[in-house]
């Protein structure tokens, strides 16, 4: 995937935080991207990531609707 460039609100998966985001830059010098948590909130600059997977999506979701209280 090196020729990969993430595109602006993709979900990303931060391997090393284990940490979910979406995509609010990118650096094509550098390759370096900028997340925010899906919800909102404080950005970083994961060193190590990848593509969210359809397990990864839907685990993010359900880490969503826990945060939110929802019930199922």
């Known amino acids: 995937m090196?020729?990969?460039i993430p595109q602006p609100l993709e979900l990303i998966l931060d391997i090393e935080r284990d940490r979910f985001g979406v995509?609010?830059?990118w650096d094509h010098d550098t390759r370096r991207?900028?997340?925010?948590?899906?919800?909102?909130?404080?950005?970083?600059h994961p060193t190590?990531?990848?593509r969210a997977t359809a397990t990864?999506?839907?685990?993010a979701r359900v880490n969503?609707?826990?945060k939110?209280?929802?019930p199922w």
């Open 64 to 66: 969503k609707l826990n």
């Open 68 to 70: 939110e209280g929802r």
């Open 48 to 50: 190590r990531y990848r």
């Open 56 to 59: 990864d999506k839907l685990r």
């Open 2 to 4: 090196a020729d990969w």
């Open 33 to 44: 991207i900028t997340l925010r948590p899906p919800e909102g909130g404080r950005t970083w």
């Open 23 to 25: 995509v609010v830059g």
